[in-house]
C-alpha cells in the first residue's frame, strides 16, 4: 500500500467526535474488504444484547443481578424513579463531603484541615481511583492522594512511612462492596494501627465505601466512623469509577466529577447509536474481532504516549481481560476466551520491547494513545523550552508515536490510535466509557458474559485454604516439643495433609524467613531434608 493510499484509506476509516475531543483511527488496521459489511448481523445483535442491559436484565445470573454501571452516567436511565434518585443523591453527598472537607467544615480529630486521602482498597477499588487521581493531578490540588492497593506488608509499610506524622491530617477511605475483601481488611487494620500508634483514633479519621448492610457498612456505623458512602451491588468493582469508588477520592482531589461523568454519559449516547459507522465502541469492538479472529489469537499492547495516562494499561489490563477472560461462553460450551493486555508508556517502551514488536512474532495488536495537547494546564514549572531550534520535548514525544506507529505498519504490525485533544475530566470520562462499551459489544460478539469472574472466586478459595492449612500447620508445632524438629513431609502426613507438602514447605519457608512469625530452621533449604520448629521463647 503507497502513501497515498494509506492517505485515503486514513481518511475513510479515520471518525472525528470533537464535541468530546477524541479521535478513533484504525485505517493501521488489516481485515478483508467485506469484514465489517459481513459482521454487521452479529453487531446489531449486540447492539440489542447492550439495550437490554441497560434497561435492567439479569445479565450476571451467578448472582442474580442487574449490570446499571451504565446508570450512573446518566441516572434517568435507571429502570426506576426511586434508583435514579439514589445515584443523584450519591453524587450530591460525594460533592457536599468534598467541600466540607476542602471549607474546614469537616476537620481532623485535632481540628485541622485535612491534607492527604489515604485510599484503602484492591482491584477496581483501587486501579480506577489511582488513573484518575495520576491523569488529572495539578499542583493546586487541595489534598494529595495515597494508596494501601495490596495486602504486601511492606508496600503498606512504605506508603505509611510517605504520610508520615501527616497522617493525623489524614482522611483514610476504605472501599469494599461487600466488605469481605481480606486484601482490604487487612489493609484497614494495618491503617487503624499506625493512627494508634500516633495516638490517634482511625474512626475519626475513616470514611466506608460499599454497599448497605455489608460487613464494612456494619462496622462502620457501629463504631462511628465519620461517614459512610454507598455504592450497589450491580456496580462491579472493575467498572465502579463513576460510582463513591471513584467518585469521592477524584472529588477530594479537586476534579470536577461533573465533567467527568459528563464526558462518560455522552460517549455512552454516541455508543449507542445502532451505526457501525459512527459507534466508536463497536468499530473498537470490531477491530479487536478482526485482529484476533474473535478468539483472541492476538494480544493488545496498550501504548499511551502520555506520561499521565501510563495507568491506563494497567487499567485495561482488569477491565478487559477479568470481563473477557472465560472458560465458556453463554451455552456453557468450553472457548477459553479473552485478550491479554499489557503496555507502559511511550516513548519508554521504545526503549523496552518496541524492538520485539517490530521484528519478533507478530501475536499482537497495538492501542496508540495520543494526547495533543503537551501541557495539561499552564503552572510556573511550564516553559515549552526549546531543545533545538523550534523543536520541543513535546514535539519529539510526538515524532517518536509517529515514528514506531509507521515502523510497525511497515513490518506488518496492526495499530489503532486514539487521539485526544487534551486531558481534561471529560476527556478522561469519555475514553473510559469508550472501552467499558467496547467491552460489552466484544463480549457479545463472542457469545460470553462479560460481567461475572469465576476464576477470581476460585483463587479466593484457594488462598483461604491456605490460610487454613498455615492455622494448622501452627497448631501442630505448638503441639510439639522435638527439639530437632519436623520436615515438610513429617509435618503433612501429621495434619493430615499429605497431598499439600509442598504448599506446607512454602508457608513454613515464609514463617522462617521473618524471624517475628517465631519458626525455625535447620537444614539445607531442600524440600525434602529441612526441619522446622518453634523458636525458643524467652
Same mark, same amino acid.
Given at each position: ?42 453487531? /446489531? ?67 485541622? $484541615? ?26 493546586? /490540588? ?39 475483601? $481480606? ?118 499492547? $496498550? ?50 520491547? $518496541? ?56 513490518? /506488518? ?126
Amino acid at each position: 500500500m503507497d502513501s497515498k493510499e494509506l492517505w485515503t484509506r486514513y481518511c475513510e476509516q479515520l471518525r472525528v467526535y470533537p464535541e468530546l475531543g477524541i479521535s478513533l483511527d484504525i485505517s493501521r488496521m488489516r481485515h478483508e474488504d467485506d469484514f465489517i459489511e459481513s459482521m454487521t448481523p452479529a453487531m /446489531n445483535d449486540a447492539f440489542k444484547a447492550m439495550a437490554e442491559l441497560e434497561a435492567g436484565a439479569i445479565a450476571n445470573p451467578d448472582e442474580n443481578r442487574m449490570v446499571g454501571h451504565y446508570w450512573l452516567r446518566n441516572p434517568e436511565l435507571a429502570p426506576n424513579p426511586e434508583l435514579a434518585e439514589e445515584i443523584q443523591a450519591s453524587i450530591s453527598k460525594i460533592s457536599g463531603f468534598a467541600k466540607a472537607i476542602h471549607k474546614g467544615e469537616i476537620k481532623t480529630e485535632k481540628g485541622e $484541615v485535612f491534607k492527604n486521602v489515604l485510599l484503602v482498597g484492591i482491584g477496581g477499588s483501587a486501579l480506577g481511583p489511582q488513573l484518575v487521581a495520576d491523569a488529572l493531578w495539578h499542583p493546586s /490540588n487541595p489534598m494529595e492522594l495515597f494508596y494501601i492497593d495490596n495486602t504486601d506488608p511492606d508496600g503498606i509499610a512504605k506508603t505509611l512511612t510517605q504520610i508520615g506524622s501527616d497522617l493525623d491530617k489524614t482522611l483514610t477511605i476504605v472501599v469494599s462492596k461487600s466488605g469481605g475483601t $481480606v486484601e482490604t481488611r487487612n489493609g484497614n487494620l494495618e491503617a487503624a494501627k499506625a493512627y494508634q500508634k500516633l495516638g490517634l483514633s482511625f474512626e475519626k479519621h475513616a470514611v466506608a465505601v460499599t454497599c448497605p448492610d455489608s460487613k464494612l457498612d456494619k462496622l462502620a456505623a457501629d463504631s462511628g466512623w465519620l461517614e459512610r458512602m454507598h455504592m450497589w451491588d450491580w456496580v462491579g468493582g472493575r467498572v465502579s469509577i463513576f460510582s463513591a469508588v471513584g467518585l469521592l477520592p477524584a472529588a477530594l482531589q479537586g476534579v470536577d466529577i461533573q465533567e467527568f461523568i459528563a464526558g462518560a454519559k455522552e460517549m455512552d449516547d454516541l455508543t449507542r447509536v445502532d451505526s457501525i459507522d459512527q459507534n466508536p465502541a463497536a468499530r473498537l469492538a470490531l477491530m479487536w474481532y478482526a485482529s484476533g479472529d474473535g478468539k483472541g489469537k492476538k494480544d493488545m499492547v $496498550v501504548l499511551p504516549y502520555k506520561d499521565r495516562i501510563c495507568l491506563f494499561s494497567k487499567y485495561l489490563q482488569q477491565l478487559v481481560m477479568e470481563s473477557l477472560g472465560k472458560e465458556h461462553d453463554l451455552d456453557g460450551n468450553v472457548v477459553h476466551q479473552g485478550i491479554a493486555v499489557y503496555g507502559n508508556k511511550g516513548s519508554t517502551d521504545q526503549h523496552a520491547y $518496541v524492538q520485539q514488536l517490530r521484528d519478533g512474532l507478530n501475536n499482537f495488536f497495538v492501542t496508540f494513545v495520543e494526547v495533543l495537547q503537551d501541557y495539561t494546564e499552564d503552572s510556573d514549572n511550564v516553559s515549552n523550552l526549546h531543545v533545538e531550534t523550534g523543536v520541543t520535548s513535546g514535539d519529539y514525544l510526538n515524532g517518536f508515536f509517529q515514528g514506531t506507529r509507521r515502523a510497525l505498519f511497515e513490518s /506488518n504490525r496492526d495499530s489503532i490510535t486514539i487521539t485526544i485533544d487534551e486531558l481534561t475530566p471529560k476527556s478522561l470520562g469519555a475514553l473510559i466509557a469508550l472501552y467499558d462499551r467496547t467491552v460489552g459489544l466484544y463480549a457479545s460478539l463472542v457469545n460470553i458474559n462479560a460481567y461475572h469472574q469465576p476464576g477470581v472466586e476460585a483463587g479466593k478459595k484457594a488462598a483461604a485454604q491456605v490460610i487454613e492449612l498455615q492455622k494448622a500447620i501452627l497448631t501442630e508445632l505448638e503441639s510439639r516439643s522435638d527439639d530437632a524438629g519436623l520436615t515438610a513431609d513429617e509435618l503433612s502426613a501429621a495434619i493430615g495433609q499429605e497431598e499439600e507438602a509442598e504448599s506446607v514447605y512454602k508457608i513454613l519457608e515464609h514463617f522462617a524467613a521473618n524471624p517475628g512469625r517465631g519458626i525455625l530452621r535447620t537444614g539445607d533449604r531442600h524440600p525434602s531434608s529441612s526441619r522446622y520448629k518453634l523458636a525458643a521463647t524467652e
